[in-house]
């Protein structure tokens, strides 16, 4: 910062700065997540037992999204941090061992949606939309392998703060799948089935397509990604493990709470469940803002870690948080002001309606520390600080969160809104404590740039 230059308009410079690259990832992750707001808005014009049958059956393929994700979040900091070192040179080895890593995970989660789909009935869920779910994750389960290659894919373009193949894509992907699920829903009448192997068979299409891209495209051509056939190495694989496994294991800890909430949901009845869903999608399409934002400032900060300035790390950080409040501030106001017209366009059931408004209202309220623990993640994982944050997000949600929201919303006989409530608890001493462990580790000297 020059000495003519004030902290407000540094702040201001910062904040524009991450927001033209966090736009087109809000937009990506928007467009990914629409894709479930496709499924529910088809499944919600089929019948009420299918809309409820695909919150049960979206609620087991978030795990796997969410452990691609949080696995996979190893890419962007590697790479941005070598690319803030210049040694560009050294990621086209490391993504290609990315590569190997992916393709592991996304065969593992394929059998890991097979088995969900076996367990939904010891797990309690109503026998009326069982069927129904478990036809959907049977179909959903083929496109596993192809998510977890988009990520790795994506993750790799990220990393060098080049954000616009994750819109570009993200959008292609949408556009493939609404009339895509829709004949495979009413054409071909496979019903919640049709919509899982619609999904599948856009990841695919949006896998093989940034694959060209990244092959093709001038800009990756310094990097030589696939310019050699690299076999699996173990040293490589592992440092990604040992950044990205405690980052899943974060990742799933948050999303695996609302998917718990969503399965003890799933024993109070189709109306329960079909509110639950409506209101989480709107609230998870918010949330795409200040995620997006979240993974911009992991590139900011591993850029500024690879180029050894400390100051840049707590000014990216600082634009991240600003930009993150104002996004969640409007988010609130969208909540509290049009609840029942959102949940009017996904269902015309009055008492879905009635619920799924009441429920984000509870949604409104946990906007502000759902942003704040997404921002304070992100910025931890541009430190490739991963392991504390494991345990803080552990404690908030498993430990905290959902106990209190089985003891108000099951035990207590508050049905949805007392499990809503635990989520509300799990986000407020997650965000609390992400934000404090984030601020004391950039008052630190920065250590070297390391990949193995």
């Not at 937009?27 to 499944?43: E, K, P, R, Y």
């Not at 800890?253 to 639950?276: N, R, Y």
């Amino acid at each position: 910062m020059s000495h003519s230059e004030t902290r407000t308009a540094r702040l201001l410079r910062e904040m524009r700065v991450s927001f033209v690259l966090a736009l087109p990832l809000v937009l990506g992750q928007a467009s990914s997540m629409a894709m479930n707001i496709v499924d529910t808005v088809l499944a919600g014009r089929h019948s009420p037992v299918t809309l409820a049958a695909v919150g049960v059956g979206s609620a087991v393929w978030s795990v796997v999204i969410l452990v691609s994700i949080g696995v996979l979040m190893a890419v962007p900091p590697t790479v941005a941090q070598l690319n803030g070192a210049g040694r560009r040179g050294e990621i086209g080895a490391v993504f290609r061992q990315a590569l190997w890593l992916a393709l592991a995970l996304g065969v593992g989660l394929f059998f890991v949606v097979r088995a969900g789909a076996v367990a939904l009935a010891p797990m309690g869920i109503t026998a009326e939309a069982r069927p129904e779910a478990e036809a959907f994750l049977r179909a959903i389960s083929w496109g596993a392998p192809a998510l977890a290659l988009y990520f790795c894919l994506r993750n790799l373009s990220e990393g060098i703060a080049w954000t616009k193949p994750t819109m570009v894509f993200g959008i292609a992907g949408l556009v493939l799948l609404a009339p895509l699920g829709y004949a495979l829903m009413f054409g071909l009448g496979l019903g919640a089935a049709g919509l899982g192997y619609a999904v599948a068979t856009t990841l695919y299409c949006q896998a093989v397509a940034l694959w060209i891209y990244l092959w093709r495209s001038p800009r990756f051509a310094d990097l030589g990604l696939f310019t050699r056939f690299d076999p699996p190495r173990w040293a490589p694989i592992r440092a990604l493990l040992a950044l990205g496994l405690p980052m899943g294991v974060s990742v799933f800890m948050e999303g695996s709470l609302f998917v718990a909430t969503a399965l003890l949901i799933g024993q109070l009845g189709t109306t329960q469940i079909a509110a639950h869903q409506i209101a989480i999608l709107v609230a998870s399409l918010a949330f795409m803002v200040p995620l997006g934002v979240a993974m911009a400032t992991t590139v900011r900060v591993g850029h500024a870690v690879g180029a050894g300035d400390p100051s840049a790390v707590r000014w990216s950080a600082a634009a991240g948080y600003g930009l993150a409040m104002i996004a969640q501030t409007l988010s609130a106001l969208v909540l509290v002001t049009s609840a029942g017209w959102l949940a009017s366009l996904f269902t015309t059931d009055p008492a879905v309606i009635a619920l799924a408004t009441l429920l984000m209202a509870y949604a409104a309220v946990f906007q502000y520390p759902d942003g704040l623990q997404a921002m304070s993640a992100g910025a931890l994982r541009g430190l490739k600080d991963t392991r504390v944050p494991m345990f803080i997000t552990v404690l908030a949600y498993w430990g905290l969160g959902l106990p209190l929201g089985y003891w108000l919303g099951i035990v207590g006989g508050r049905g949805a809104p007392g499990l809503w409530t635990g989520l509300i608890l799990g986000l407020c001493v997650a965000a609390t404590l992400l934000a404090w462990r984030f601020w004391r580790l950039a008052r630190r000297p920065l250590a070297p740039v390391r990949v193995t």
